[in-house]
Structure formats: C-alpha cells, structure tokens
C-alpha cells in the first residue's frame, strides 16, 4: 500500500507492468470518482482514453475533458461506439481504455456491455479498480483476461467488487448485463477481424 495523490486516501496497485489494459471503474456514484480515476492515471503514468457521457461535455469542460484523453459517448450508446474505440487502441498500442460501465453516477439496472465485448475482441486484459470511500482507498487489481462466457466473466468481477464501498451505495448498480442481452457472435466474428487488419496495418508503419 502506498500514499496517493488525492489527500487522506491510500493506493494499492496490482496492475504490474502491462502496457495496454482495459480499466474498469466500480462503483461509480459521484462525480469524484472520476477525480479519483485521473489521480489513478497520473499515479501510473499511463496514457488512457477515457470515455465519459455525452453531457459531461457541455461549455469549458467539454475541451478540457478532451485534453485529458476522454471521449463522449453518446446517450443512446451510439452505433459504432465500440469500432471507433477498436481503431483508437490498435493505433496507440501503449494507450489503455478506462470506463465505468454503469454509464453514469444514476442508478443504473445493469452494467452496458461495451467493455466486454471490446476486452473478449482484443484480449486486452482488464484491470478491474474499486473506489472504497470508507477505507479511503483505490484499489487496481490484478489484470484478467476475459474468458469470454459474460456469466464467468461478471461472477469473477462480482469477487472483488463490492458496492457497499461506494460515495453512495444507494446509487450503486448492479453487476449484472441486462437480462435479454446476448453476444452477438457474427458482429463479434466481424469485429475480430477488422481489430485484427487494424492491427496488422499498424505494425506495418
């Protein structure tokens, strides 16, 4: 455990020395996370590309979150979210994504799946990070690579999570996809191959 860069809280970091890592925040109540997540990313020096929601932007701080690497991501998901972001992280091959699936500090039902589905394409492995408000501590676990069966996947982050920690737990969704979603194993199949050509054209630069 170390000291932090955020006053009064501690740090404990199992990430090791990955250069690319997919970071997923949880759980995500207030807009202090995200401090707390920027904090994380200069603690380890890492270039991320964060994704933040669509209305975070409005006036100054929209340029602002920009400047640090963060990207908006629409309301209603936005089609082709998940390609654009493929593309970003086959071009910066040390650029890691981080993202707090919920989607947004309100009380959300399920997790989205986007990270999932980009880790299960990529085999990027994903470093799940808990913020503990009463123990004033950030915590990055040792990183996994997805199994690629969504029930193994979540059961496994459900272990090191625990929402009781949150700013505020009332807000803390669960961890769980929506209960009608089900990989769509053709778009996974195109997607892998488009992130494989994506790839192969960088290295060859």
């Known amino acids: 455990m170390s000291r932090f860069l955020v006053p009064g809280w501690k740090f404990i970091d199992r990430s090791g020395p990955t250069k690319q890592l997919i970071v997923v925040g949880y759980p995500h109540t207030a807009r202090w996370d995200f401090v707390l997540a920027q904090a994380t990313r200069l603690r380890k020096r890492r270039d991320m590309l964060s994704l933040l929601a669509e209305p975070e932007f409005r006036g100054i701080r929209g340029a602002a979150f920009r400047a640090i690497g ?74 996994v690579t997805l199994t690629g069966d969504p029930e193994a996947d979540l059961a496994y982050a459900r272990t090191l999570y625990n929402p009781a920690t949150a700013m505020r737990p009332q807000e803390a969704g669960e961890i769980a996809f929506a209960p009608t979603w089900r990989p769509d194993l053709a778009r996974l199949a195109q997607q892998r191959e488009a992130w494989a050509f994506a790839k192969r054209s960088t290295s060859g630069n």
């Open 70 to 143: 963060c990207m908006p991501v629409p309301v209603d998901r936005g089609l082709g979210l998940v390609d654009q972001v493929l593309q970003i992280l086959a071009r910066k091959t040390e650029t890691s994504l981080g993202i707090c699936p919920e989607g947004g500090i309100e009380w959300k039902p399920e997790w989205r799946t986007g990270y999932w589905v980009i880790g299960v394409i990529t085999k990027i492995p994903v470093c799940y990070v808990s913020f503990d408000y009463p123990q004033r501590l950030v915590v990055l676990h040792e990183p």
